[in-house]
């Protein structure tokens, strides 16, 4: 391969991908391998890590499973050690498990948004936190590296049912940018870049399509899904997991070196309709 296209490839790189056990993460994490990467997968579901991390070895690529609640301090550290003794490096970070709670605003518990909170928003200051420790000048591994936030179109726009989820994804792209100027001009050779994808067709996708139902905007989901092909997206279809890990290996690789602090939106163009 030419040194041109290299560049969009994870040769000789180590990532983390959180929430690996399924949907968006499970898809990153595989094509993250299959661009060379070695991965460690990371999720509180780690059988399900176990199995994609297994298929992943056997087909010749390099993947690791691991236990890591994105919530917990104890677990962030445990996977450096991880890191240090497997490869010595960690180039890669993607922020990606999260969870959905939808509802009115007034049916809304603080319990909710406390949760909520805590897995969608404190997991992102964590990671980032763990990574920037290691990757930075002086650092165990001090080599640099890119790190990805999952956000959402729902972080940038309202919609009716997202107003906490909502919240939480607008507080990850704030503290992607926050971060981001940071680490650049301090000197860091960290970047930190956030996703924003529409509706992807996944476990969670179908709960957000369940809860137009349940708030009263459409009778179905079909007729959900219909309403959003039709009406609000200008690419007329749902986005798929592959959509989202093909913008994420773009920022993930050395063919993003020079963007920072920027939201992506993938969302066949419903933020610019
Ligand atoms: N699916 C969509 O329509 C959509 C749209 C925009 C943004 N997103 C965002 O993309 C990310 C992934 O979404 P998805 O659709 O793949 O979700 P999903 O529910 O299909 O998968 C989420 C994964 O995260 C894991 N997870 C949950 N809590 C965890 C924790 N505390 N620690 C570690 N792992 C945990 C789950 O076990 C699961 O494997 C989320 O941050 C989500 O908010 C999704």
């Not at 176990?50 to 677990?75: H, P, W």
């Not at 956000?151 to 607008?170: C, D, E, N």
Request: charged share 15%; aromatic share 6%; with cysteine.
């Amino acid at each position: 391969m030419s040194k041109e296209l290299a560049v969009f490839g994870l040769e000789g790189k180590v990532a983390v991908v959180t929430g690996a056990g399924a949907g968006i993460g499970e898809a990153c994490a595989r094509l993250f391998a299959k661009a060379g990467a070695a991965v460690v997968l990371g999720d509180i579901n780690v059988e399900a890590c176990e199995r994609i991390a297994a298929e992943l070895n056997g087909q010749g690529l390099q993947a690791k499973a691991v236990r890591l609640d994105v919530t917990s301090e104890e677990d962030w550290a445990a996977l450096k050690q991880t890191l240090v003794a497997w490869k010595n490096r960690w180039d890669v970070l993607l922020n990606n498990a999260g969870i959905y709670i939808g509802g009115m605003l007034e049916n809304n518990t603080s319990a909710q948004v406390s949760k909520i909170n805590q897995i969608n928003i404190e997991s992102v200051f964590l990671g980032t936190r763990a990574a920037v420790e290691c990757m930075k000048p002086g650092a165990c591994f001090a080599n640099g590296g890119s790190i990805i936030n999952l956000s959402s179109i729902a972080g940038l726009i309202g919609v009716p049912g997202h107003s906490i989820y909502g919240a939480t994804k607008g507080a990850v792209r704030s503290l992607t940018k926050h971060s981001a100027v940071e680490f650049a001009k301090f000197g860091y050779g960290v970047r930190v870049n956030s996703l924003h994808p529409g509706l992807i067709e996944t476990a969670m996708g179908d709960q957000a399509l369940q809860d137009f139902v349940d708030i009263g905007v459409v009778a179905n989901v079909d007729e959900a899904a219909a309403l959003l092909k039709s009406a609000m997206i200008p690419m007329g279809r749902l986005g798929n997991v592959q959509d989202i890990a093909n913008a994420a290996l773009f920022l993930a690789s050395d063919a993003s070196s020079y963007v920072t602090g920027i939201e992506l939106t993938v969302d066949g163009g419903f933020c610019a309709a």
